[in-house]
């Protein structure tokens, strides 16, 4: 059975930092990996997607990684700002299934 | 496009009563899901739909039935409340295999 982490649970640094934030699953034969942003009492919204096949993309200043040997993918985000405030989650989708497994999330606040 | 929406955006029910939540989407996407999001849970599938006249059970389907009326709306039901079924819920909806999801703004639900 797939599970997804996210470390940490929260995290809060000073405006303009750049920053990093982790997910880790266990079962490496995923079809891809993708990051949502999900504002207090919003829906979810999608960051970026990456492919088995693709080790990263970028989107402005966010940049997502994907080791599936490893089992993890890093979200970075460069020079952050207040507006970057947000819980991020993780998810994964295995192959034959159109399902997606998500992590618990991470809390980040950008402190101005 | 208005994108996926979902009724109602609260509600409050009493152990034992019954209701529907709606989703419906007009981005013409094949694929449509029910998830739920707890405290430190992320979020967890219950019921998905791969095509229109399809359902399939996803991690957490005990307490919940669903209908995919035709393409475009796919209905989540509670036929006898419990208070663990407090929850916000999120319905999403996929154009095609593997692609990244798009997700309504969910529905709180308390279950008193």
């Known amino acids: 059975k797939q599970e997804v982490t996210q470390i940490p649970a929260a995290l809060s640094v000073p405006e303009g930092e750049n920053l990093v934030l982790n997910c880790s699953f266990t079962d490496s034969a995923i079809y891809n990996l993708q990051w949502f942003r999900q504002d207090p009492g919003k829906g979810l919204t999608s960051l970026l997607l990456i492919q088995s096949s693709q080790r990263e993309q970028t989107s402005g200043r966010l940049n997502a990684s994907l080791d599936k040997s490893s089992g993890r993918s890093t979200l970075y985000i460069a020079a952050s700002q207040p507006g970057d405030s947000a819980t991020y989650l993780c998810?994964?989708?295995?192959?034959?299934?159109?399902?997606?497994?998500f992590g618990q999330g991470t809390r980040l606040t950008i402190n101005p | 496009n208005a994108g996926v929406t979902q009724t109602p955006k609260f509600q409050v029910l009493k152990t034992g009563q019954s209701m529907t939540l709606q989703c419906a989407q007009d981005m013409n996407h094949n694929s449509m899901y029910w998830y739920r999001q707890d405290p430190g849970m992320g979020l967890r599938l219950i019921y998905y739909?791969?095509?229109?006249?399809?359902?399939d059970k996803g991690e957490v389907p005990n307490g919940y039935n669903v209908s995919r009326l035709n393409k475009r709306e796919f209905s989540l039901r509670l036929e006898s409340a419990a208070p663990s079924q407090t929850s916000v819920y999120f319905c999403a909806s996929i154009p095609g295999a593997q692609e990244t999801q798009y997700f309504g703004p969910g529905t709180r639900l308390l279950v008193l």
């Open positions: 998810a994964v989708s295995n192959w034959g299934a159109q399902k997606l497994v």
């Open positions: 739909s791969a095509s229109e006249g399809t359902t």
